[in-house]
């Protein structure tokens, strides 16, 4: 009985075969329609005050571009395409623009540690990003996190404390508001670099990123969940892009009649335990061989037979309890009598 309920609930679950239908979504279609992103993130952990690390990234959507690597200060480039349509010079600039502001970030937050009251060990996060939807900006942010919790952000051109991130935040802002020209390069970031990065790294990684390639599907078994019990795992990797569309079906039956003929069958194996019941419970013996499958053995089996038809599995065991059921109900009614 177990067995029917794992094998239902992974029917419902990972509905669909051997057969896979593809993607129903491309990039394109995403890239016209949904907005993309392009996220510049930042994880700087202060362990005391001689000891920081930080690691920072660059995503377009789900997919990596860019890290950091700060043992050389270089921005390490992950596709062949992460440099956009950013020339040798513009890249050397902004490399050197991040060389430092990683090195001067470490460096004031150490100084300014006690004044903001950030407590060692203290973590920080900063999301960079900006927008583009029907090919056009729109839109970008910077938000800070302290210890995991919304800090600050920038918007406009100024730095505005969190809701609900207090005076401490409220005071830290007050003090970076006070750098004019460190707000303007964060603006001017927002506004335009990273907009026009986005949008040649769009351009530039273009077929990578609409290249459709199907899922692979297979079913395997999975760790046994118990005696007389299969677990049947459904695997579906190597395709792209993300959105996938997955049907697990056998013989293309529906999810109805499999639906009914299993409660057909948990019915009837509650009938025939009674059954068995009413027999031990009789003097007459030796009216069922133990050798005799058991129906939840048998569906096993024509389980693991993938060319057995589930209807046909359904008709058999339904006519064998039948069958088994009516001859030892009459036996045991017999006997009642
Ligand atoms: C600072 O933290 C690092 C990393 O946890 C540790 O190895 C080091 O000993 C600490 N230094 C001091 C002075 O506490
Ligand atoms: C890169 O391409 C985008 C869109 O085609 C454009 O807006 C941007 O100005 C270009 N940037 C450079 C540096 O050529």
Not at 21 to 31: D, R
Not at 33 to 46: A, C, D, H, K, V
Not at 269 to 291: E, H
Request: with cysteine; charged share 15%; aromatic share 12%.
């Amino acid at each position: 009985m177990l067995l029917l309920l794992l094998l239902l609930f992974k029917r419902l679950l990972c509905y669909g075969a051997s057969t896979v239908a593809p993607l129903h979504l491309g990039f394109h279609h995403s890239a016209s329609e949904e907005p993309l992103s392009y996220r510049f993130i930042q994880i700087s952990s202060f362990a005391n005050h001689s000891w920081a690390q930080t690691q920072s990234s660059g995503w377009l959507g789900e997919v990596q571009t860019e890290v950091w690597d700060s043992v050389l200060g270089t921005i390490r480039f992950l596709r062949p395409w992460s440099q956009g349509n950013f020339s040798k010079e513009e890249l050397k600039n902004l490399q050197a623009l991040l060389q430092l502001y990683m090195h001067g970030f470490t460096k004031q937050v150490q100084a300014f540690a006690s004044q903001f009251q950030f407590e060692y060990p203290f973590e920080l996060q900063i999301l960079s990003s900006c927008q583009m939807h029907a090919g056009k900006a729109s839109g970008s942010f910077l938000y800070g996190a302290y210890q995991g919790s919304d800090f600050l952000s920038f918007r406009g051109n100024s730095w505005k404390p969190s809701p609900g991130a207090g005076s401490q935040a409220q005071n830290v802002c007050r003090v970076l508001n006070h750098y004019r020209i460190v707000k303007e390069i964060v603006q001017n970031l927002l506004s335009d670099t990273c907009p026009g990065y986005l949008a040649g790294l769009v351009e530039a990684g273009k077929s990578d990123l609409e290249r459709q390639v199907k899922p692979e599907a297979w079913v395997s078994k999975g760790p046994s969940p118990g005696s007389g019990h299969l677990l049947l795992v459904c695997h579906v990797s190597g395709f792209h892009p993300k959105p996938v569309w997955v049907m697990w079906m056998r013989d293309g039956y529906s999810i109805l009649p499999i639906l009914i003929c299993l409660t057909v069958i948990i019915t009837l194996v509650m009938l025939v335990v009674v059954d068995s019941w009413f027999k031990k419970q009789s003097s007459n013996q030796n009216v069922i061989s133990p050798r005799e499958p058991n129906p939840v053995f048998s569906i096993r089996a024509n389980i693991q037979d993938p060319t057995s038809p589930g209807h046909q599995l359904c008709l058999t065991q339904e006519l064998w309890i039948k069958n088994r059921f009516s001859k030892n109900w009459k036996t045991s009614l017999k006997q009642l009598w």
